[in-house]
């Protein structure tokens, strides 16, 4: 197929702002988990698709299967949607208390 150009689970953009690598970034609707480090204005490749462990909202009890969102004000995932972006799926339970959950992104969001 001619105008095929990649699978797209990295995509390379330019840094909005400075990011380490396992960083979650939002750039519009495009989120990811930062494959390296970069500056701002620096190119970024973003990991759309896969597994992550990522830190959560401790006090949420996200079950196996939950919908879960980030939350841009600090950078966590929660199962609150309102406000927050859809990024994935858990993968495992993690209950109250719990720093992080495991979320495969559907890199669809």
């Not at 480090?37 to 959560?56: H, Q, S």
């Not at 972006?85 to 495991?102: D, H």
């Amino acid at each position: 197929m001619k105008n095929f150009v990649q699978a797209g689970e990295n995509i390379t953009v330019t840094a909005a702002a400075a990011a380490t690598s396992g960083d979650s970034v939002k750039i519009g609707s495009l989120f990811g988990i930062a494959a390296g480090d970069a500056e701002t204005g620096d190119p970024l490749v973003l990991v759309t698709a896969g597994i992550f462990d990522m830190p959560k909202v401790a006090a949420d009890d996200i079950t196996l299967g939950a919908a879960v969102y980030w939350r841009s004000s600090d950078g966590l995932v929660t199962t609150t949607a309102s406000g927050n972006t859809k990024v994935g799926v858990a993968v495992t339970a993690a209950g109250n208390g719990a720093a992080s959950v495991r979320v495969r992104l559907n890199g669809a969001f």
